[in-house]
């Protein structure tokens, strides 16, 4: 049985940080595209960060560039979002997903198999 179970999620000042992790189980993580994604209340989910199967190749949405950080630790199946000088506008649940090779770019979300139960991220 897959499992993604996020933490890390709450609520900070505007220019804080927060940390979201996201432990797998169930898959060959290491085989694994790994995404977040993001979902604010009547918008539609956006990819935010990716990170591919080696950890050497990474993207970001253009707007969260230079503020937040992916990263994949394949020893213990977890992945990481490090957010930095966060703003109101990045309130929102956030997911993880992974996906085994899909056709689709990166920030699409129905290119990816597996997805966690979110947490949620406020920012005021």
């Known amino acids: 049985q897959v499992q993604l179970v996020e933490s890390g999620g709450g609520s900070v000042q505007a220019g804080g940080s927060l940390r979201l992790s996201c432990a797998a189980s169930g898959i060959t993580y290491s085989n694994y595209r790994m995404a977040w994604f993001r979902q604010a209340p009547g918008k539609e989910r956006e990819g935010v960060a990716v990170?591919?199967?080696?950890?050497?190749?990474?993207d970001y949405a253009d707007s969260v560039k230079d503020r937040f950080t992916i990263s994949r630790d394949n020893a213990k199946n977890t992945l990481y979002l490090q957010m930095n000088s966060l703003k109101p506008e990045d309130t929102a649940m956030y997911y993880c997903a992974a996906d085994r090779g899909s056709i689709f770019q990166w920030y699409v979300a129905r290119g990816y198999n597996y997805w966690g139960q979110g947490t949620q991220v406020t920012v005021s």
């Open positions: 990170i591919y199967t080696g950890a050497a190749i990474t």
